[in-house]
């Protein structure tokens, strides 16, 4: 599990590819202080698994259903990279519960400056933005910030200097992709609400007007 607070940025050193997954070799220090074999980094706010570990670098493998669902099947040797370690279970808990496993991918629509800070609008899919609330959290590229605006296509964050600074979104640019994650507690509401898309791409609500009255609600 993370937070969604940035430890630092790193880079792609190698990239090593298969028929349809690849192993990254990625540079670092400060998420190797005390790595192992086996840790999970989470990588752009995807969760990988350390499979091996050399001076100031480490490898991870990407298996074909990440490569599928994130972003990182776009990268190439000497992207930057945001970078957290697992939450240590004394750690401060400076962002939200996050997985490391990407929902979908979002297209930067928009980047507005607003005095000190900047507005990132985010395009993605109806099934992303059906799991997202005004001020409700969400994962950006590995980052917990703060839905500040919403509609039907899209949503938007505010980000301040040292987030921006301290993280890979000071380069991305209009049309760059990034990796999505929304609130768990939200998926698993949904899921125990009965909630859920039919083949037409209709909600289907386990929630009734009838279920309420019968429940005591109404």
């Known amino acids: 599990m993370f937070t ?25 220090k400060k998420v190797l202080e005390d790595a192992k074999l086996g840790d999970s980094i989470a990588v752009n706010g995807v969760c990988l698994t350390v499979t091996n570990l ?12 990440t490569m599928n669902r994130s972003s990182l099947s776009k990268l190439k040797v000497g992207d930057e990279l945001n970078l ?23 297209i930067i629509a928009e980047i507005k400056k ?12 109806e099934e992303i933005l059906r ?20 509609d039907n296509t899209s949503f938007s964050v505010s980000i301040i200097p040292h987030t921006r600074a301290n993280t890979i979104l000071l380069k991305k640019q209009l049309g760059d992709c990034v990796n999505l994650e929304n609130d768990i ?25 009838e279920t309420l009255m019968l429940n005591g609600f109404l």
């Open 54 to 65: 050399a001076k100031d670098v480490f490898m991870a493998d990407v298996m074909h259903e």
């Open 84 to 106: 957290e370690r697992a939450m240590l279970a004394g750690g401060r808990f400076g962002g939200h519960i996050v997985s490391g496993h990407i929902d979908g991918l979002g």
């Open 131 to 150: 799991g997202i609330v005004m001020k409700g959290s969400i994962c950006i590229d590995g980052i917990s910030l703060t839905v500040a605006d919403l």
């Open 4 to 28: 969604g607070i940035i430890e630092e940025i790193g880079h792609v050193a190698a990239i090593k590819k298969g028929v349809k997954s690849v192993v990254l070799t990625i540079k670092a």
């Open 114 to 125: 607003d005095d000190n800070a900047y507005w990132y609008k985010i395009k993605t899919s």
């Open 185 to 209: 507690v939200g998926k698993y509401i949904e899921k125990f609400c009965g909630f859920n898309i039919d083949k037409d791409n209709k909600a289907n609500n386990g929630i009734s007007m």
